[in-house]
């Protein structure tokens, strides 16, 4: 076996072995440039509920990459992201948080790419820090963003 079929099973092993804590919902898209073959690219925008903490809700706007490839899967997506998250009900928890713990993974390419989002408490402050970002296995990128929700009593 040659370094890179043992680079694609180890990537995809370890994608394997990090579980998908939330799924996400397909709010809406808008294209953002037409493919004459093909998808057109997007920016799509999706849902999730944070498994962990009850009440919470997040949205993510990020770019999906379109024409043959994209339709196909093959496409890598740009780094780009953005996320905002609200409290939408009483705030619980299901167990202790794990600082900078993954609530949702996307893969953004086949088999090397994927956008995260870590959840982090900021206890002086009593608020949670959504954080955004895409990694790959030789790099990651410096495109983030963050959402914070201030925990608080509901209504």
Same mark, same amino acid.
């Given at each position: 076996?040659?370094?890179?079929?043992?680079?694609?099973?180890?990537?995809?092993?370890?994608?394997?072995?990090?579980?998908?804590?939330?799924?996400?919902? %397909?709010?809406?898209? +808008?294209? #953002? @440039?037409?493919?004459?073959?093909?998808?057109?690219?997007?920016? *799509?925008?999706?849902?999730? =509920?944070?498994?962990?903490?009850?009440?919470?809700?997040?949205?993510?706007?990020?770019?999906?990459?379109?024409?043959?490839?994209?339709?196909?899967?093959?496409?890598?997506?740009?780094?780009?992201?953005?996320?905002?998250?609200?409290?939408?009900?009483?705030?619980?928890?299901?167990?202790?948080?794990? %600082?900078?713990?993954? +609530?949702? #993974? @996307?893969?953004?390419?086949?088999?090397?790419?994927?956008?995260? *989002?870590?959840?982090?408490? =900021?206890?002086?402050?009593?608020?949670?820090?959504?954080?955004?970002?895409?990694?790959?296995?030789?790099?990651?990128?410096?495109?983030?963003?963050?959402?914070?929700?201030?925990?608080?009593?509901?209504?």
């Amino acid at each position: 076996m040659n370094v890179f079929s043992r680079t694609i099973l180890l990537s995809i092993g370890l994608s394997l072995a990090i579980p998908c804590a939330a799924l996400a919902e %397909e709010i809406g898209s +808008v294209t #953002t @440039k037409f493919k004459l073959i093909g998808a057109n690219h997007k920016i *799509v925008i999706e849902a999730f =509920d944070d498994p962990i903490v009850k009440g919470v809700s997040c949205h993510l706007s990020r770019a999906k990459k379109g024409g043959v490839k994209g339709a196909m899967g093959l496409a890598e997506d740009t780094s780009d992201a953005s996320i905002a998250c609200r409290q939408i009900g009483p705030i619980s928890f299901t167990r202790d948080l794990k %600082e900078g713990e993954k +609530v949702f #993974t @996307k893969r953004t390419s086949l088999v090397f790419k994927t956008m995260q *989002v870590v959840r982090f408490h =900021d206890t002086k402050r009593n608020v949670l820090v959504y954080l955004v970002y895409s990694d790959k296995i030789v790099d990651g990128s410096p495109k983030n963003s963050i959402s914070t929700v201030p925990i608080l009593k509901w209504r």
